[in-house]
Nanobody
Framework: QVQLVESGGGLAQPGGSLRLSCAASGFAFGVYAMRWYRQTPGKGRELVAA????????NYADSVKGRFTISRDNAKNTVYLQMNSLKPEDTAVYYC?????????WGQGTQVTVSS
């Protein structure tokens, strides 16, 4: 059974940090590109960060460049999103995604709220 389980969300103050984790099981994690998306009410899902399967190349949305870092640990089947210098506009539900060829899997999401 394929599972992507996000954790690490919560409430942070502006300028603060959070680290999201996504634990994967039930598929060959190492061959999948991994991505973090976020969604706010009334908007579609926005791609925040992505990391490749082979060379671990990374890509970021312009809005998070220099503040967020995506990484993966293939031994632990886990992908991370380190979020620093958080802003209120980072408030969203964050989703983990795995993709390989035509296959794609989603986690259930974790809420991140940035507020003073």
């Amino acid at each position: 059974q394929v599972q992507l389980v996000e954790s690490g969300g919560g409430l942070a103050q502006p300028g603060g940090s959070l680290r999201l984790s996504c634990a994967a099981s039930g598929f060959a994690f190492g061959v999948y590109a991994m991505r973090w998306y976020r969604q706010t009410p009334g908007k579609g899902r926005e791609l925040v960060a992505a990391i490749g399967s082979g060379d671990d190349s990374t890509n970021y949305a312009d809005s998070v460049k220099g503040r967020f870092t995506i990484s993966r640990d293939n031994a632990k089947n886990t992908v991370y999103l380190q979020m620093n210098s958080l802003k209120p506009e980072d408030t969203a539900v964050y989703y983990c995604n795995a993709g390989w060829l035509a296959r794609t899997y989603w986690g259930q999401g974790t809420q991140v709220t940035v507020s003073s």
